[in-house]
């Protein structure tokens, strides 16, 4: 009896597992696995779960085929536009100051301006050089300012700097992933892989799709939405002929023609909160109604109210839609965009406005179509790998250590359902090198038993018993097995935060897979162990 006592306490001491832990660690490790079961079933037959357990792997464009468009950021015309917004500065500020002036020109990449009277320069440029801000750098000020504000003999010139160009371009490149993330979700697309490459570029990937023709018709347009008077004082041809008033531009029409329109806007389309497709009552063809906020609305009603009979345009990206007549005034803040549309071109318009503008326009630099059949050549591709590591990696473990590999074994393959469980669970996309993150973390996991037991064979051999050799075992292995997989999640970290695409896909399966392997090491493999001695209360290790 007091043999039976002594290792029913050294059995106690090793485990450490009451019941309400070994049931947590057991619960878990199955919530977890449970989350990979949709993944086995068709998205029609997981679509009448619960929403909660409609989670799953996507797949990504190299396994399941679809469209990865490049685009690139029209640094050109960021530039054009923040000279045009310093040019309506100078204006707006001499104006307000009433400070005469001539010449008032956009010359290269700066905005000149000529002050008339020499009495008036010093002022002018206090005036001017109030348009310059300081721009912030990584550690505070940086010294630098967003425009160089030069002064010869009353000719005034103010020059962007190309900081706060290069920060701008920033800012519209942050601003157009917004919305082409916008776009694409109200497409209804699955899963697009949205992100910036470079200074300038934008990489949009979208699995499944194989035709990008639409992708590419949405997310080219800026839908720049303006509400402008026609200018009725001659008709485009005249003003062509001869020359447009100073305050109006000639535009071309999207069926055709030319309309002479106010450069002056009357609301702009970062007002709008709402546009729907939707069908005219009285002629019964596509149109797409919009609603204003508060200041849309008042603005647009007070602008209806003046020009009752007058035709207005509606303008597009520099195109007139429509110019209709305005009958009566439009007072609560809602109206409808008409222009020979069909059903789809409605609904693609809607969409463009309730997305919001771009910032820039964007131009498609590189194109490419993956086909779903390559796609299946990389997954039977992945799979092959996989079954041939994982049965590799069984075979080794059970031929080296016996009744231990197999408890290693059955270890390994729950770490590798807790792996496809945790994707499910965060919606991750799985790429080829994602497979490949998983084959390597099969190696970890198994490497991490390997130092258990040749740990456990080295106690062994100093003399120690069966079982305090296992405790020793799991025990001293810890610092070695933590230390190697700490350094191994920096890596997957590191190269998450730096990398794209398929870099990012591999990082978060690897550092996915070394979480669940500290687990099953730690606990289910010791689990499994403690009730193997429990049940058998060995004299040898069976290694």
């Given at each position: 009896m007091g043999r039976v006592a002594f290792i029913t306490r050294k059995i106690e001491a090793m485990l450490f597992f009451t019941r309400w832990k070994a049931a947590a660690i057991l619960i878990a490790a199955f919530v977890i696995c449970l989350f990979a079961v949709p993944n086995f079933f068709s998205e029609s037959a997981v679509q009448k779960w619960p929403s909660w357990a409609q989670r799953h792997i996507v797949l990504g464009l190299d396994l399941q085929g679809g469209s990865s468009l490049l685009l690139e950021v029209d640094t050109n015309a960021v530039r054009k536009e923040r000279l045009q917004a310093v040019d309506d500065d100078v204006l707006r500020v001499l104006r307000q100051a009433r400070i005469p002036f001539t010449g008032r020109a956009i010359h290269g990449n700066s905005v000149e301006v000529h002050i008339t009277r020499s009495t008036d320069i010093d002022n002018a440029l206090g005036k001017l050089r109030d348009l310059s801000q300081p721009l912030s750098g990584i550690l505070g000020a940086s010294g630098q300012r967003s425009i160089d504000v030069a002064e010869n003999g009353g000719l005034i010139t103010l020059t962007p700097s190309d900081a706060a160009i290069t920060e701008r371009i920033r800012q519209a490149v942050d601003q157009s992933i917004e919305i082409i993330q916008r776009r694409v979700n109200e497409l209804g697309l699955v899963e697009p892989t949205i992100q910036r490459e470079g200074v300038d570029r934008i990489l949009v990937q979208v699995p499944g799709l194989q035709d990008p023709t639409r992708l590419?018709?949405?997310?080219?347009?800026?839908?720049?939405?303006?509400?402008?008077?026609?200018?009725?004082?001659?008709?485009?041809?005249?003003?062509?002929?001869?020359?447009?008033?100073?305050?109006?531009?000639?535009?071309?029409?999207?069926?055709?023609?030319?309309?002479?329109?106010?450069?002056?806007?009357?609301?702009?389309?970062?007002?709008?909160?709402?546009?729907?497709?939707?069908?005219?009552?009285?002629?019964?063809?596509?149109?797409?109604?919009?609603?204003?906020?508060?200041?849309?609305?008042?603005?647009?009603?007070?602008?209806?109210?003046?020009?009752?009979?007058?035709?207005?345009?509606?303008?597009?990206?520099?195109?007139?839609?429509?110019?209709?007549?305005?009958?009566?005034?439009?007072?609560?803040?809602?109206?409808?965009?008409?222009?020979?549309?069909?059903?789809?071109?409605?609904?693609?318009?809607?969409?463009?406005?309730?997305?919001?503008?771009?910032?820039?326009?964007?131009?498609?630099?590189?194109?490419?179509?993956?086909?779903?059949?390559?796609?299946?050549?990389?997954?039977?591709?992945?799979?092959?790998?996989?079954?041939?590591?994982?049965?590799?990696?069984?075979?080794?473990?059970?031929?080296?250590?016996?009744?231990?590999?197999?408890?290693?074994?059955?270890?390994?393959?729950?770490?590798v359902a807790m792996i496809f469980g945790v994707l499910s669970m965060l919606s991750a996309t799985l790429t080829l090198p994602g497979i490949a993150g998983i084959v390597l973390t099969v190696g970890i996991a198994v490497d991490s038993n390997v130092l258990i037991y040749e740990r456990i064979r080295e106690e062994v051999r100093a003399g120690r018993t069966a079982i305090n050799a296992i405790d020793a075992g799991f025990s001293r292995a810890l610092a070695t097995i933590l230390d190697s997989n700490i350094t191994t999640f920096i890596a997957a970290a590191v190269l998450f935060y730096i990398g794209s695409g398929p870099v990012r896909g591999f990082a978060v399966t690897l550092g996915v897979g070394i979480l669940t392997s500290l687990f099953t090491a730690f606990t289910l493999t010791r689990l499994i162990m403690a009730y193997w001695v429990r049940l058998w209360r060995p004299r040898t290790v069976p290694i």
């Amino acid at each position: 009896m007091g043999r039976v006592a002594f290792i029913t306490r050294k059995i106690e001491a090793m485990l450490f597992f009451t019941r309400w832990k070994a049931a947590a660690i057991l619960i878990a490790a199955f919530v977890i696995c449970l989350f990979a079961v949709p993944n086995f079933f068709s998205e029609s037959a997981v679509q009448k779960w619960p929403s909660w357990a409609q989670r799953h792997i996507v797949l990504g464009l190299d396994l399941q085929g679809g469209s990865s468009l490049l685009l690139e950021v029209d640094t050109n015309a960021v530039r054009k536009e923040r000279l045009q917004a310093v040019d309506d500065d100078v204006l707006r500020v001499l104006r307000q100051a009433r400070i005469p002036f001539t010449g008032r020109a956009i010359h290269g990449n700066s905005v000149e301006v000529h002050i008339t009277r020499s009495t008036d320069i010093d002022n002018a440029l206090g005036k001017l050089r109030d348009l310059s801000q300081p721009l912030s750098g990584i550690l505070g000020a940086s010294g630098q300012r967003s425009i160089d504000v030069a002064e010869n003999g009353g000719l005034i010139t103010l020059t962007p700097s190309d900081a706060a160009i290069t920060e701008r371009i920033r800012q519209a490149v942050d601003q157009s992933i917004e919305i082409i993330q916008r776009r694409v979700n109200e497409l209804g697309l699955v899963e697009p892989t949205i992100q910036r490459e470079g200074v300038d570029r934008i990489l949009v990937q979208v699995p499944g799709l194989q035709d990008p023709t639409r992708l590419k018709a949405i997310l080219g347009k800026t839908a720049k939405l303006d509400f402008r008077m026609v200018d009725l004082s001659m008709s485009p041809e005249q003003a062509a002929a001869t020359h447009a008033p100073e305050d109006s531009e000639i535009l071309e029409g999207q069926n055709g023609g030319k309309y002479l329109v106010e450069k002056r806007v009357l609301v702009s389309g970062a007002d709008l909160v709402d546009a729907q497709p939707g069908f005219d009552q009285r002629t019964n063809e596509p149109v797409v109604n919009f609603r204003f906020n508060s200041n849309g609305a008042r603005r647009f009603a007070e602008a209806t109210q003046q020009n009752v009979g007058k035709p207005f345009a509606i303008v597009l990206d520099n195109q007139v839609v429509s110019a209709p007549v305005i009958r009566e005034p439009i007072l609560g803040g809602q109206g409808q965009i008409s222009g020979s549309f069909t059903v789809q071109q409605a609904n693609d318009l809607a969409i463009l406005l309730r997305a919001g503008a771009l910032p820039a326009p964007l131009t498609v630099v590189e194109e490419r179509t993956v086909g779903p059949g390559l796609g299946q050549d990389s997954i039977l591709a992945g799979e092959h790998a996989a079954y041939v590591g994982a049965a590799l990696v069984v075979l080794f473990m059970f031929v080296t250590y016996g009744l231990f590999g197999l408890f290693a074994n059955i270890a390994v393959g729950i770490n590798v359902a807790m792996i496809f469980g945790v994707l499910s669970m965060l919606s991750a996309t799985l790429t080829l090198p994602g497979i490949a993150g998983i084959v390597l973390t099969v190696g970890i996991a198994v490497d991490s038993n390997v130092l258990i037991y040749e740990r456990i064979r080295e106690e062994v051999r100093a003399g120690r018993t069966a079982i305090n050799a296992i405790d020793a075992g799991f025990s001293r292995a810890l610092a070695t097995i933590l230390d190697s997989n700490i350094t191994t999640f920096i890596a997957a970290a590191v190269l998450f935060y730096i990398g794209s695409g398929p870099v990012r896909g591999f990082a978060v399966t690897l550092g996915v897979g070394i979480l669940t392997s500290l687990f099953t090491a730690f606990t289910l493999t010791r689990l499994i162990m403690a009730y193997w001695v429990r049940l058998w209360r060995p004299r040898t290790v069976p290694i």
